[in-house]
């Protein structure tokens, strides 16, 4: 087997990493442009589509921190992988998860000042979007070139399985639909050949998600995938 054919296949992390910028920063531009006759029909759905997004990047992190970090400091060492850098940012974007909540849940109160909880969420939203970005920097700096490294093909497919295994329905039915949504079209390829079943998974739950992300985009736009 050639090297080329035994490396993992990151496309997936790769498309969770994609999406979790993405939608971060068009959260931050959503939240910023909203106006006071938006709290009522809008806001909901904003919320809504956060706690899906939050969701994944906790699921995220968890998985990483149970499977993929663990059997990658095993091979490398945690130094090399900067493994204690890296669970110090995940505890950093949980608390700024939990400041984003929190404002937005300030911004939805009838009673408050929806200019001062703009600008509050908005950049609790910024400051989140901030973090998260040096972190995935981060792993895309140290930790993925190490698994492609050092890990052979196979020993990441059981790592991906057991990270299957471990999500529950509800999220994997807005995930799939959700990275597939963010992924070019030779990612989606790549995608659907490493795991068929995917592309079912995408279609059934499609709808769905498309309902949940036009909060995020004007009327009329949608993932048109």
Known sequence: MSR???KPDLTFVILIHQSLREDAAKLTATIAAL???DRVPRLPGIEA???HYCDQLIMHHRHEDELFFPALAAMVGAGKM?????????????TAIRAVRARLAELADPASDFQT???AAASATSAMTALLDAHLTLEEETAL???EAQMTAADYKRLEARARRATPRPQAQFLIPWVVAHATSDQRRSLYRSAPPLRLICWL???RYRRLER???PAGEGVGR
């Not at 900067?82 to 974007?93: A, P, R, S």
């Open 35 to 37: 106006h006071p006759a």
């Open 4 to 6: 080329a054919t035994s």
């Open 145 to 147: 070139p190490l698994i």
């Open 215 to 217: 909060a995020l985009v």
């Open 117 to 119: 909880g703009r600008a």
């Open 49 to 51: 589509f956060f706690d």
């Open 82 to 94: 900067h493994l204690n850098e890296l669970d110090d940012q995940h505890h950093e974007v949980d």
């Open 205 to 207: 739950n499609l709808r």
